[in-house]
């Protein structure tokens, strides 16, 4: 049986991902696998920390392709299996975006919660057992962020599975479709809705998994200057990949949800942004 360790972490190739990547070459004892959708920009990356001295694997995934996810499993066997997985890649539109709200809900939806879904789904079997799954999610993944109480709870509903959860997320698509997303409730953020059906299924995940001893968390990492903010935020994405490093490398507990200052936040509490970040919502 081999004891080789390996690190998997989506959206390696820049921003958060890439912090990640470095960081756990610094910290993580064991093979790191950078992974990006496009090729040449996943090789130049991990050029770039083979430059100075380390050592991550690159391996093109994209989670939004069936093909590419059955040839990144097809990488593991029965002795070889991940003992943690970031899901890190995802998408956001700006608020100036110019695409139709339509096509901001299915893209954001696709990339950033049924990919993601996908994707763990198909390599769920080659997670080691008692291995980690750290989401990256963010603060717009708090419950507190969708407006209806009756959505609320049934995306909160601890009895509700994972077909449910799916058919609420394309609930909220055809809701968009049809222009009634604010009156039926969803609020006005695509990016909302994916990060909070992202952490729904991080605790539905963690429930899941309890007999194989697999932790599933998800964190919130922070405002941070990266392309996806357009160079906007608070903290570099290596200061954001300590706190995600922190709770990867140190995962004890499931089922959290952890922001950026190490907090643990009660999904379903009140908004932390408030209380934690000090702002007023
Ligand atoms: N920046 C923030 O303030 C902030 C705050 C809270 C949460 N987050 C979350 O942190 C994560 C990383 O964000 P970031 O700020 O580092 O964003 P970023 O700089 O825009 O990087 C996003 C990464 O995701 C990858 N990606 C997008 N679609 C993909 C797909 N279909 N398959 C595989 N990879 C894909 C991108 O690849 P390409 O280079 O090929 O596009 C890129 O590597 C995201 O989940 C984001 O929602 C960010």
Known sequence: MSEEKIAVVTGGNRGIGFAIVKGLCENFNGSIFLTSRDKSKGEKACQELQNIGYTPQFYQLDVTENESILNFCSLFKSNKKIDLLVNNAGILFLKDAIESKIFQAEQTLLVNFFALVNFTEAILP?????GTILNISSSSGHLSRI???????????PNLSLDGLKSLMQNYIESVKLNKHIADGWGDSPYVVSK???????FMLNRRL???GILVNCIHPGYVMTDMTRGAG???PEEAAKCVLKLALNTKVGGLYVWSNGDIVPWDGP??????????V
């Open 126 to 130: 080659f997670i080691k057992d008692h």
């Open 147 to 157: 407006p209806s109480e009756k959505l609320r709870k049934e995306i909160s509903d």
């Open 196 to 202: 909070v059906g992202l952490n729904a299924y991080t």
């Open 210 to 212: 309890k007999h194989r």
């Open 234 to 236: 608070t903290v570099s």
């Open 271 to 280: 908004d932390p942004r408030g209380y934690i970040d000090g702002k007023i």
